[in-house]
């Protein structure tokens, strides 16, 4: 039989398709996701998990007149493939490749870029709403899972759509499943639609089965039907929803192409907001996905025969060392209690979890909520740990600074992926976390050289009686030693690690590495570079960087983060008030754009962080130095070499 998805070159190609045509191609299309993502990592699960559902909607629905909205936006490889984008499929996050994600640069057919939980329904309801004050008569589907409908934006637009009554529908995507299991009373409540006859059954039914009890179910029918409202309450399924004023249309099974299809039709002929209950199993199709939909949910490169992902030998991660740390502080010290917003393992509080269940709280994702809780438990004497992804932190700026900071109350914020994430790209990655946190009275930011720092910084954080955060980078840690017990670090003091006259080459948590190995480089160029481990991004150690600030008369300021308002900014404001403006100052960081996909290493080069580019900022000081006749490193090398570094 000749293959289908070749031939599918937009939605539009799909019409002609029977009821077998449309199998074949579901098969196909799990191939393609199952191959591709073996060779280049992604999310492979919950895609698996759509592949009927997105089938049905682009059977249904015309994109990209009609807008469909994809929450979270990780499952949308299969709407990739039936939009235009299969030639380009095996780019997929890598770089200058299709998006792991929905663009709106990449296709018309993506209505709404997204990356973060639990925006698209108030994305389509803003639609909705654009379209009825335009006179348009598209349909606009918001696609949010249920561990995405746990974030509060999706309660809040779900009220409000609710309210004003537009057309519009929510395809209520749920495979039980979050990264993690789902947690939570509306999981729950999911689970009671799926699984419990009187919450899902139609109305008639169960009057049907009352009327079949003999003598009293008569009765019983005609007091009910009295009692309009309360049976209302008793049978109606998907009750919660229709009391927030969308019509409810479920539970279908997610896996039966012509049962989606009908249903779609029916909802687009519905007026008003509509939600339809999909059930679906996440990993479908594919034995190890489904047998472990957490490790296939954001998965790296994988054998197709037998699902064993290819891992690299290398040290332990960040995020393993520190949570195994707050496992290890925790036995001494019954009052951490950790928190996550729906991450336990991407934060490696999953081993805290295991440890102290009754210390552990996963709120869903609802980072706000996370950090607000955590506040209540500080109120209350306790230390508590919120793990969070810097990205993911932006949610809770709020709560950080009216909830923690204004009351000085002692939270550890672990802000995980602090810099670029690599494949996940713009959405994801955590570069501005330094900015919008140290502006904030009280706060404490400490970024770790390496892993073994971070234990350090840990113990640091909680045993500080303020709000305290550490920031640290994905992926693997350096393979340093992990040295003696956690222990407090002198508050507020840099660490110099090599001392020089030249330069000083002043670094902040994962730049500290490129810092040491850009000042051997300019050793071997007889340029005499000191080198300061930041250790505290606030406060910054005031005595020891105007000290070598005098000394040398250069500095480079090296940060994974933004150069706006970042490590360097900070810098350049000490050195403002303590009337040092006459030191040139070189700040390596992140330029003011949003960084694309692609690896890790590759987007530091493409960002000039790395200590090939701090040797060229330093000998491009130093030479401008010279020229213009000023004091510079002896036995400089002739002529500048360009640099990437920003001014
Ligand atoms: C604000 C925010 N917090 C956390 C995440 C990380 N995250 C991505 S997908 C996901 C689970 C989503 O579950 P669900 O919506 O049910 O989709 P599924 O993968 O099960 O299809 C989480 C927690 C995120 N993308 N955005
Ligand atoms: C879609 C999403 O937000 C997460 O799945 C994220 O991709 C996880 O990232 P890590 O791989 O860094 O845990
Ligand atoms: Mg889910």
């Known amino acids: 039989m000749s293959r289908l998805l070749p031939e599918i070159n937009g939605p539009a190609d799909l019409k002609d398709l029977d009821a077998a045509g449309l199998q074949q191609l579901a098969r196909e299309i799990r191939e393609e996701l199952i191959n591709t993502v073996a060779a280049n990592g992604g999310h492979l699960a919950p895609n698996l998990g759509v592949v009927e559902l997105t089938l049905a909607l682009h059977r249904v629905f015309q994109t990209p007149r009609d807008k469909i909205i994809w929450d979270v936006g990780h499952q949308c490889y299969v709407h990739k493939l039936l939009t235009g984008r299969r030639p380009l499929f095996h780019t997929l996050r890598q770089s200058g490749g299709l998006s792991g994600f929905p663009r709106r640069q990449e296709s018309a057919h993506d209505a709404f870029g997204t990356g973060h939980s639990s925006t698209s329904i108030s994305a389509a309801l803003g639609m909705a709403l654009a379209r009825d004050l335009k006179g348009g008569d598209h349909a606009v589907v918001a696609v949010i899972g249920d561990g995405a409908m746990t974030g509060g934006m999706a309660f809040e637009a779900m009220n409000h759509a609710g309210h004003l009554q537009k057309n519009l529908i929510v395809v209520l995507n749920d495979n039980e499943m979050s990264i993690a299991p789902n947690v939570g009373g509306l999981a729950e409540y999911l689970g009671r639609l799926r699984t419990d006859p009187m919450y899902s059954r139609g109305k008639e039914e169960i009057e049907q089965l009352l009327r079949r009890i003999p003598a009293i179910g008569p009765r019983v029918v005609k007091v009910v039907e009295r009692l309009k409202d309360s049976l209302k309450y008793l049978v109606v399924p998907g009750m919660f929803f229709e009391e927030l004023g969308f019509i409810y249309l479920g539970p279908i099974d997610g896996h039966n192409i012509q049962a989606l299809i009908n249903v779609f039709q029916q909802a ?62 925790g036995q001494s010290e019954p009052e951490i209690v950790a928190i996550t917003a729906a991450m336990p393992a991407g934060t490696g509080l999953d081993h805290f979890a295991r440890a102290f269940p009754e210390r552990f709280f996963d709120t869903g994702i609802a980072e706000q909520h996370a950090v607000t809780l955590g506040a209540g438990l500080a109120a209350e004497g306790l230390k508590p740990v919120v793990a969070v992804y810097s990205t993911f932190l932006q949610r809770a700026y709020d709560q950080v600074l ?13 802000v995980d992926r602090g810099g670029l994430v690599g494949d996940d790209g713009a959405t994801h990655h955590g570069v501005f976390d330094f900015a919008f946190l140290r502006s904030i009275p009280h706060m404490v930011i400490m970024a770790p050289k390496d892993e073994n720092e971070l234990r350090h910084m840990l113990k640091t954080a909680l045993e500080y009686p303020g709000p305290a955060a550490l920031r640290y980078p994905r992926g693997a840690g ?18 110099v690690l090599r001392e020089g006259n030249d330069i000083t080459l002043l670094a902040a948590g994962s730049m500290v590495s490129a810092a040491v190995k850009a000042a051997a480089v300019l050793e071997g160029l007889g340029i005499s570079a000191a080198v300061i481990n930041a250790r505290f991004v606030k406060p910054l150690d005031d005595e020891t960087i105007t000290r070598y600030a005098m000394r040398t008369r250069r500095l480079v300021t090296m940060e994974e983060h933004v150069l706006a308002g970042g490590f360097g900014s900070a810098v350049l404001e000490l050195l403002g008030d303590r009337g040092l403006r006459n030191i040139r100052v070189v700040r390596m960081g992140i330029p003011d754009e949003f960084i694309e996909h692609g690896t890790r290493d590759r987007l530091l080069a493409r960002c000039g962080l790395t200590a090939d580019a701090a040797v060229q900022n330093a000998l491009l000081m130093l030479n401008a130095a010279r020229r213009t006749g000023k004091k510079a490193g002896a036995g400089l090398p002739a002529g500048g070499v360009a640099g990437d570094g920003r001014r």
């Open 478 to 495: 350096t393979g340093c030693p992990l040295t003696g017990k956690p222990a407090v670090l002198p508050f507020g003091r840099a660490e």
């Open 402 to 414: 009216h909830d923690v900071c204004l009351q000085q109350l002692p939270l550890t914020l672990a």
């Open 268 to 329: 687009a002929a519905t007026r008003g907001p509509v939600l339809v209950h999909v059930r679906t199993r996440k990993g479908y199709g594919y034995a190890p996905a489904e047998a472990n939909s957490g490790v296939f949910h954001g998965v790296g490169p994988f054998d197709v025969q037998t699902g064993r992902v290819i891992k690299k030998d290398g040290p332990p991660s960040y995020t393993e060392v520190f949570g195994r740390t707050l496992v290890e502080l």
